[in-house]
């Protein structure tokens, strides 16, 4: 930006284009295609600077449909977030007052919004008090956070010092996960210096949860450092491993435990759904994101450990010339990879404070009603089932029930182009179980039931259309076929 540019007019032309953006209704996906946004982006680097309202006018032109409409309620795929408002503006100020969060005296105000959100955080998903929080792009670093705060730990047990000796000399630290776990957590294992021979893959039961027992027996026969990684929220059939339970077998085979969860550790906000994930905060650490269920901006996420010293231990970064904060101040750098970044605890403090306890526990008891919603309503329609049990915000579909396993799939992949194309409302499909199915998570901020009901009545057109197409009457039809191969 050239110094003589005000900052005034910029910053409204920003904020109009913004307030045009979220004022407004997109298609939910992308309509613009690769080569175009190409042909919009990939121009000559400029010799000469333009002029800041130029350069903006320029971005918000080439970007056109090539945005993902997340902040809107018609959204599914993934597991995302909306972007709050209050978060998006909160943001604005923190990138204007340009602060670098890394450490006390770079940044107080950012340092000590950090701490009062830890505090918030352990608060909201009751976990121990005494945990530090690392503030990261999202849950896959904060699992690597934790983890590596696990790797140093099980090795000090094991009378190994990992910061002393390096990783290359240690003892062999086995972990031990779900078969489906996140897919996150191998990158990050992989970070981290593991390999597929140090895993031990537990089996799982039909929601995906882990097998308690299968851990014990699979410990039992184990000797030497070890790390068990369950989850909190799996990221098909929204179930939870039985994290109390885990944790303690975890310890009587004095294992660390951590716990992945990115959206579901977020229903402890919620009494009516606190039985889900009873004893989770008996694990060592874990990982949630802040730009999934409580709608932060991306990117935030937060890697929670209970010794801190362990924490600390795995992330510290120390020298002279960072100079030392004030008795008692929080050095945001102890607790996440990064020493210069983005001050994210100013956007999480204010997405919390606009929530409230109350607000954060409607939006996601209102999430998980319209999932029950939607999967009552899609249990009444021929040609679709419900694959999962429903006890979150996540369903699995898949279409055709009673036809060949590969016909199926087929079916349900049309039945997910069908919806793409017409683009009113935003799935993605995925393989679970050697199935292919399409995937539903209600997540995104505003939805509610009158959104689950268009997105049923979305559905059960595209099955119909689909069905019409595949099998014209007088043919099989989808659901009233008596027996597949698998049934
Ligand atoms: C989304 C998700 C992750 C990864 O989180 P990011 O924020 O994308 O890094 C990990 N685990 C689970 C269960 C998730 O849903």
Redesign the pocket.
Known sequence: MKREEDFEALARSAMERAVAYRTGRHPPRPTADLETLRARFSIPLPEEGLAGEAVLAALDAAAEGGLTANTQPDFYA??MGASHPVGVVAEWLATSWGQNAGTYNTAPAAATAEDAVSRWLLELLDLPRESSVGFS???????TICLAAARSDVLAQAGYCLEQEGIFGAPRITVFLGEEA????YSGLRYLGFGDRDLASIPVDEQGRMQPAALRRALQGHDGPAIVVC?A???MSGDFDPVGEIADIAHAHGAWCHV?????LWSRTVPELVSLCPGAERADSW?V?G??WLQIPY?S?FAIVRRADAHRRAMNTSASYLGEAPWGARTPSQFCPELSRRARGFAAWAVIQSLGRQGIREMVQRHCNCARQLATLLREEPGVEVLNRVVLNQLALSFGPGLPEAERNRMTDAVAAHLARQNRVFLECANWRGRRVLRVSVISRETGPADIDFLAGEISAAVRAVSAREYPPGQHRPGSVTAGPRD
Request: hydrophobic share 40%.
């Open positions: 993934w597991v792009t999202g849950a896959t670093m904060a699992s996140h897919a996150t957590i989850q929220g799996h990221m992945d969860g990115a959206f579901g990982a994101d730009h999934k990117d996420g």
